[in-house]
């Protein structure tokens, strides 16, 4: 009755104003409440979905701002200037090849006919443009000949004394020391399999099983 009595208190235009009002608070709750849904309904996805069905992460601001929950927004030092690190481009150059690697140089100059100006005065050099490249010369396989001088006794016949070599990593075999480090390490260095090594020294004439 209180209530009832209070309406009746209040003018036509007030009691509208308050509709008004009310309308446009629950227009607000309802934007916000569909706002919410489309959120959690993103957020599903993301969580659930397979890999392949998940939204990206900016589909989550698709729907307008307009319906989203009204959050303050605090801006602190608005005057504040703000510095970008400049950007150095790397300008692309060749690596210069290593100073210790041996050298051969291929000196390649005019003929002598070329060496006179069409105005009949000889040419002076002035400098050299010199421009390098990179060679590599295929393993070297050579045989090496293991010669044990023997020296007998020809007075006696009975002394016969034949000169020692050094020790072998395998004796008796004909593998040397170079052959096998090279075999080892491009077997666990640079995992080349055994086979393929044969092939490669069978290319070179060298049959190895």
Do not use: W
């Amino acid at each position: 009755m209180k209530l009832n009595t209070a309406y009746q208190e209040k003018s036509k235009e007030e009691l509208l104003q308050l509709l008004i009002e009310k309308d446009i608070h629950i227009t607000q709750q309802a934007q916000q409440i569909h706002s919410l849904n489309e959120f959690i309904h993103l957020y599903r996805l993301r969580q659930f979905a397979r890999k392949s069905e998940k939204a990206p992460p900016d589909q989550l601001s698709l729907f307008n701002e307009a319906e989203l929950p009204k959050q303050p927004v605090i801006i602190e030092n608005a005057e504040e200037e703000i510095s970008i690190a400049s950007y150095t481009r790397k300008t692309p150059g060749r690596k210069a090849l290593p100073a210790a690697l041996p050298r051969e140089q291929r000196v390649y100059d005019l003929e002598i006919h070329e060496k006179i100006c069409h105005c009949g005065n000889e040419l002076i050099h002035i400098k050299d443009e010199k421009s390098e490249q990179l060679e590599i010369i295929p393993a070297k396989v050579y045989v090496v000949e293991h010669i044990r001088k023997k020296y007998a006794c020809r007075k006696c016949e009975e002394t016969i004394k034949t000169a020692s070599m050094p020790a072998q990593p395998i004796p008796r075999s004909i593998a040397g020391p170079g052959l096998l480090s090279h075999v080892i390490v491009s077997k666990f260095e640079d995992h080349l399999p055994l086979f393929r090594q044969e092939q490669m020294l069978r290319r070179i004439g060298i049959d190895i099983p």
